[in-house]
């Protein structure tokens, strides 16, 4: 057990590092040995690998105690909103995103503000941040606060690391996104997210939560009702 939980650590080190230090101190210099699109491989195969590393060590460990189980318990409920509103982020963070590499980033940040970027200009990150909350929340064990942590840590301390960045390469365009957008998610706005992040996030969120069942043996979500 504890030899399986230190190699967890391991592997949740390894994801969050290894994202940082590609992501910042060593990104100009492996760009400029391998190019832009060839270090786009070797973060996206680091990123795989030791993500991958650190679901099998959680899922070596198995069921431990700290799960709250219950069909309809107002935490669970509480935890399905999470889940369903970090789906509509990160839906809608795929539309327009200055924030993801794409050579029109400067001018979509000179752009209003459209969609989820009311709530915040990292919904991605906060998508992610949002779904490690809702998990921790029902399932509070060892192995799960140090996968969840993890992604939120990364989600989170990664979005303020990018506004540096992005800054730092944008110059004015991005401090035009940043007086326009919040870090922080004003989920009130959410009714502004638009047409298309709710139904792709509906669907993402129902797809999802419906693969509990063969993937984590229980249902999650609505289906968690319907049971």
């Given amino acids: 057990m504890e030899q399986g939980f230190a190699n967890l650590v391991a592997a949740a080190v390894a994801f969050v590092g290894t994202h940082f230090a590609l992501s910042h101190p060593l990104r100009a210099h492996v760009v400029k040995a391998i190019r832009p699109g060839g270090f786009q491989i070797v973060y996206s195969l680091v990123s795989f690998a030791t993500f991958g590393w650190m679901v099998l060590a959680y899922r070596a460990l198995g069921p431990q105690v700290g799960y709250r189980d219950g069909t309809a ?19 809608g963070s795929l539309l327009g995103n200055p924030a993801l590499p794409d050579p029109r980033a400067a001018s979509l940040a000179d752009k209003p503000v459209h ?10 990150m906060w998508g992610f941040a949002l779904w490690a909350l809702g998990h921790a929340a029902i399932s509070p064990t060892p192995r799960s606060l140090v996968l969840t942590g993890s992604l939120g840590f990364l989600a989170l301390v990664g979005s303020h690391l990018q506004d540096r960045k992005k800054q730092a390469l944008m110059g004015a365009a991005w401090s035009g996104w940043e007086a326009k957008t919040s870090y922080w998610p004003k989920l009130g706005r959410l009714p502004k997210a638009g047409l298309v992040p709710w139904l792709g996030g509906i669907v993402l969120w129902l797809v999802a939560t419906y693969l509990h069942i063969p993937g984590n043996g229980m249902a999650a979500g609505l289906w968690r009702w319907m049971g």
């Avoid at 399905?80 to 839906?91: D, E, G, N, R």
């Avoid at 969609?115 to 991605?124: D, E, S």
């Fill in 115 to 124: 969609g989820v970027f009311h709530v915040t200009r990292h919904p991605m």
């Fill in 73 to 91: 318990t107002p935490l669970w409920a509480l935890s399905s909103l999470l889940t369903l509103i970090a789906a509509v982020l990160f839906v």
